[in-house]
């Protein structure tokens, strides 16, 4: 059973920094690139980073270039999202997603087949 697990969200002060995890399951991790994205409420969900597996290589947005960083444990299945510098307009559900033969350029969430049940992020004094 394809599991992606996230955790790490909460409650932070602007300017502060979190780690969310995205652990995998049920699948070659591998093969697979991992994507973070986020949705505010009433927004669209917006591609945040992507990594792939194999050779780790990573895509970041400009928006969120410099204050982000995506890694990944292959030992652990695992994936991180280091936020940093967060802003209020970082507050968001943050999901993470698999996609085997999507491009982690275009961060098409259409082309990412498994899902996490996301992790919130609040970002407030």
């Known amino acids: 059973q394809v599991q992606l697990v996230e955790s790490g969200g909460g409650l932070v002060q602007p300017g502060g920094s979190l780690r969310l995890s995205c652990a995998a399951s049920?699948?070659?991790?591998?093969?697979?690139?991992i994507g973070w994205f986020r949705q505010a409420p009433g927004k669209e969900r917006q591609g945040v980073s992507c990594?792939?597996?194999?050779?780790?290589?990573?895509y970041y947005p400009d928006s969120v270039k410099g204050r982000i960083t995506i890694s990944r444990d292959k030992a652990k299945n695992t994936v991180y999202l280091q936020m940093s510098r967060l802003k209020p307009e970082d507050t968001a559900d943050y999901y993470c997603?698999?996609?085997?033969?999507?491009?982690?350029?275009?961060?098409?969430?259409?082309?990412?087949?498994?899902w996490g049940k996301g992790t919130q992020v609040t970002v407030s004094s």
């Open positions: 997603a698999a996609t085997i033969m999507g491009s982690c350029e275009e961060m098409n969430q259409y082309e990412f087949e498994y």
């Open positions: 049920g699948f070659t991790f591998d093969y697979y690139s």
């Open positions: 990594i792939s597996i194999s050779d780790g290589r990573t």
